[in-house]
């Protein structure tokens, strides 16, 4: 699971670039109508980083399953758009669900996301698809309280 930077928008506008996991294990997906599933494009933003984008009171009023079957408390923080940032070029926004994980430090791009934004980990690299370039892993970045 690779750290990558990323560049997040709030709807305000607000810009901020920070490094994320690609984690293939948070998943968030939904059942069609017809019963196939889907993996949506969701980012977990932590409490203080979701200050800074101007997103803000944060309630912890659901519990959502997020890996799986295991249910963690989560604050729904509603749509944001992403990009990757890649020296030397401009990448396309994504829209993207942003949730707040209760206690959780790190930015994280759920599986659906990884897919809008190209990517594609293997262990502490990535690449984007369709791409031969292996990039390395940027430095681990935490938001914490205080």
Not at 36 to 47: F, G, H, K, Q, R
Not at 69 to 76: G, I, Q, W
Request: proline share 8%; with cysteine; glycine share 8%.
């Amino acid at each position: 699971m690779p750290w990558i930077r990323v560049r997040i928008r709030s709807p305000s506008g607000r810009e901020v670039e920070t490094s994320a996991v690609a984690n293939s294990g948070f998943m968030w997906r939904i059942r069609q109508p017809g019963g196939d599933e889907i993996s949506l494009p969701v980012i977990n933003i932590p409490a203080p980083l979701a200050r800074r984008l101007g997103i803000a009171p944060i309630r912890y009023d659901s519990s959502s399953d997020v890996a799986g079957h295991l249910r963690v408390p989560t604050a729904d923080l509603g749509r944001v758009e992403v990009r990757l940032v890649v020296p030397g070029r401009e990448t396309p926004w994504i829209r993207a669900w942003a949730i707040c994980i209760r206690g959780e430090s790190r930015v994280l791009l759920s599986e659906g996301l990884m897919e809008h934004l190209r990517v594609l980990p293997f262990g502490r690299r990535w690449l984007i698809f369709g791409e031969a370039e292996l990039r390395e892993e940027a430095e681990p970045q935490f938001w914490t309280e205080g």
